[in-house]
Antibody
Framework: QVQLVESGGGVGQPGSSLRLSCAPSGFSFENYAMHWVRQAPGKGLEWVAVISYDGSNEHYADSLKDRFTISRDNSKKTLFLQMDRLRLEDTAVYYC????????????????????WGQGTLVTVSS | QSVLTQLPSVSGAPGQRVTISCTGTRSNIGGGYDVHWYQQFPGTGPRLVIFGNNNRPSGVPDRFSGSKSGTSASLAITGLQAEDEADYYCQSYDSSLSAWVFGGGTELVVL
């Protein structure tokens, strides 16, 4: 059963840092690009970042690329999202999600979807 | 303000057919990028129900179907059931933004 489980959420003050993790199971993690998507309370979905299957390429939403860093450790089968200089507007549930393509380079993933998704981890930025 | 436009809410009675629309521009849906649809229940992660405009993943009932034309796409649900009550999001890619983009979501209410 293909599954993704996020962790690392919590409460942080503005300006602080948090690192989220995503643990996959049921598939060969090292063969798939991975995304982070977030959802502010009561709001819609917002794409955050993507990393290629081998970790050699990353791409970010323009508004976040200076503060967020996506990475992966294929040997430990874990996806990460480092969030620095947190702002109030970063408060959201953060989901990790898999690209469906097997060893697909990032440009080609533009046509793809997200499946599956994790259950999400809540990040609250508050003073 | 979402890049793809969806109506906030639609409703239908059990057994009826409803459609959920998603409108984009020439830099996303109209630019040849596929549209995908997700179902989300409160407190859970989204679930893929349509990929590649009109394809259903295994396990999704054939009551769900998708279509795309020009700069718009639609999700249709026939034989509406109470369990279909959820939020639905469309998704595509935008070449101007170089980003994956979503609609604002449509709440489906089963009367």
């Amino acid at each position: 059963q293909v599954q993704l489980v996020e962790s690392g959420g919590g409460v942080g003050q503005p300006g602080s840092s948090l690192r989220l993790s995503c643990a996959p199971s049921g598939f060969s993690f090292e063969n798939y690009a991975m995304h982070w998507v977030r959802q502010a309370p009561g709001k819609g979905l917002e794409w955050v970042a993507v990393i290629s299957y081998d970790g050699s390429n990353e791409h970010y939403a323009d508004s976040l690329k200076d503060r967020f860093t996506i990475s992966r450790d294929n040997s430990k089968k874990t996806l990460f999202l480092q969030m620095d200089r947190l702002r109030l507007e970063d408060t959201a549930v953060y989901y990790c999600a898999r690209d469906p393509g097997h060893r697909v380079p990032l440009p080609a993933t533009a046509y793809n979807w997200f499946d599956p998704w994790g259950q999400g981890t809540l990040v609250t930025v508050s003073s | 303000q979402s890049v793809l436009t969806q109506l906030p809410s639609v409703s239908g009675a059990p057994g009826q057919r409803v459609t959920i629309s998603c409108t984009g521009t020439r830099s996303n849906i109209g630019g040849g990028y596929d549209v995908h649809w997700y179902q989300q229940f409160p407190g859970t992660g989204p679930r893929l129900v349509i990929f590649g405009n009109n394809n259903r993943p295994s396990g999704v009932p054939d009551r769900f179907s998708g279509s795309k034309s020009g700069t718009s796409a639609s999700l249709a649900i026939t034989g509406l059931q109470a369990e279909d009550e959820a939020d639905y999001y469309c998704q595509s890619y935008d070449s101007s933004l170089s980003a994956w983009v979503f609609g604002g979501g449509t709440e489906l209410v089963v009367l």
